[in-house]
């Protein structure tokens, strides 16, 4: 079945190590996202690609880094450098920038102590 | 930038309840999603409209474009309806995804 993957579901860091989160789809969809959700707080956007080897900041990417080398792949690290980084982390695809059917992975929960 | 309010934030109801969940946002869109998150965190996608209505066994989802407004209506609610219901609206050309509601905590009670 066509899918997005998120894992792991849960994850634990110390505090002041970076961490990857992946996110792996077999839709053949050319647009990537990534979503951060704080306790109160709406999903807000962190980063998104487009296109295989492009992506671009959302509204909160400072402390967090993106690649997109495969259209399957789109991998988030959470640096050092975000203040607070624990957090309920989503990904999600659609067919092309800006199509209106979207698909969502499961998310991760991250707890940095 | 799109804003998307929903209301209520936390519904508490008995199990048979007839339950609405209302969205509104603020500038045109192509699209509005609802969403079903469950503890734990999952998210499910249970509607995507761009007009009138749609019906999926026990819910139902509306839009009025013309007053940017949308509802979701669960009947005969059931303990297992309990979840965070979130609406997303995908901004008109936009390429920047989806922008979220806060969501509404509901817990259907037996």
């Known amino acids: 079945d066509g899918g997005i993957t998120q894992s792991p579901k849960y994850l634990f860091r110390k505090e002041g190590q970076n961490v990857t989160l992946s996110c792996e789809q077999n839709l053949n969809h050319d647009a990537m996202y990534w979503y951060r959700q704080d306790p109160g707080q709406g999903l807000r956007l962190i980063y998104y690609?487009?296109?295989?080897?492009?992506?671009q900041k959302g509204d909160i990417a400072e402390g967090y880094s993106v690649s997109r080398e495969k259209k399957e792949s789109f991998p988030l690290t959470v640096t050092s450098a975000q203040k607070n980084p624990t957090a309920f982390y989503l990904c999600?695809?659609?067919?092309?920038?800006?199509?209106?059917?979207?698909?969502f992975g499961q998310g991760t929960r991250l707890t940095v102590v | 930038k799109n804003e998307v309010e929903q209301s209520p934030q936390n519904l508490t109801a008995q199990e048979g309840e007839f339950i609405t969940i209302n969205c509104s946002y603020s500038v045109g869109i192509s699209a509005l999603h609802w969403l079903q998150q469950h503890p734990g965190g999952g998210i499910v996608s249970l509607f995507m409209?761009?007009?009138g209505k749609k019906k999926h066994g026990r819910l139902i989802a509306t839009i009025n474009i013309q007053e940017k407004h949308s509802s979701l209506h669960i009947t005969a609610s059931h303990p297992r309806d309990s979840a965070v219901y979130i609406c997303a609206v995908t901004n008109g050309g936009g390429a920047d995804g989806l922008t979220f509601g806060k969501g509404t905590h509901l817990i259907i009670q037996p």
């Open positions: 690609s487009q296109i295989v080897n492009d992506f």
């Open positions: 409209l761009s007009s």
């Open positions: 999600a695809s659609s067919i092309w920038a800006g199509n209106t059917e979207a698909f």
